[in-house]
């Protein structure tokens, strides 16, 4: 069973992919979150697609850099702040993932906005193995062993191409995920995959705004 935690499509504004495009590489064995930002419609575009086998999700710029809520049935305001959004996102049933934490190029929180997620409690997932860019996830797995978080590889992908380049792996075929609580089961016993093999692509302007 794989699972890659933080994908993007054509509604995050910064890539191309339809939901047909995802829906097609989309194994049985596989899960993936949709993880646009500021936006989840394309998410349960996808996940009407393949049942069972998507999460809603959405990458969030809390204004001290970025968070992922996972499992979510409605958006997440930006520029809330990072404690308010992680919050917010907790509210809504969802877990809290750290996406490319310690990448200050990329809206990481650092380490001590993961620190401070973790002393309120507020964080459950730490993204260490990004497939864009690698120089930075040693110091966020770090954090994550120090803390007792649960860490996970993702693709981050914007590309469909992309998917899979980097996700947890967990023995046996696709199971059925009942609740959040047993994802973070299933997370916790898996292996990480990486393959750093898809760089960062500049898009000039927006392809469509959030939604």
Not at 2 to 10: E, G
Not at 72 to 90: F, H, K, Q, S, Y
Not at 133 to 151: F, H, K, M, P, S
């Amino acid at each position: 069973m794989r699972l890659d935690l933080h994908v993007h499509t054509y509604a995050s504004g910064d890539s191309t992919t339809r939901p047909e495009e995802l829906a097609a590489r989309i194994g049985p064995d596989d899960v993936i979150a949709v993880t646009d930002h500021h936006a989840i419609v394309a998410a349960r575009e996808v996940a009407a697609l393949v049942p069972g086998q998507v999460i809603v999700g959405e990458e969030i710029d809390t204004g001290a850099g970025e968070l992922i809520g996972l499992g979510l049935d409605a958006r997440v305001p930006p520029r809330a702040g990072l404690l308010e959004t992680a919050r917010r996102i907790r509210d809504l049933g969802g877990l809290v993932l750290a996406p490319h934490p310690t990448d200050p190029a990329r809206r990481g929180l650092g380490r001590a906005g993961l620190e401070r997620l973790a002393d309120d409690g507020l964080l459950d997932l730490v993204e260490v193995a990004n497939a864009k860019r690698v120089a930075w996830d040693r110091e966020a797995a770090l954090v994550a062993r120090e803390r007792g978080i649960t860490q996970v590889a993702a693709s981050d992908a914007h590309v469909p191409e992309a998917l899979f380049a980097s996700y947890v792996e967990v023995a046996g075929p696709r199971c059925e995920i009942r609740g959040l609580t047993e994802l973070l089961a299933l997370l916790a016993r898996g292996a990480l995959r990486h393959a750093p093999r898809d760089p960062v692509r500049p898009w000039p302007r927006p392809v469509v705004p959030g939604s």
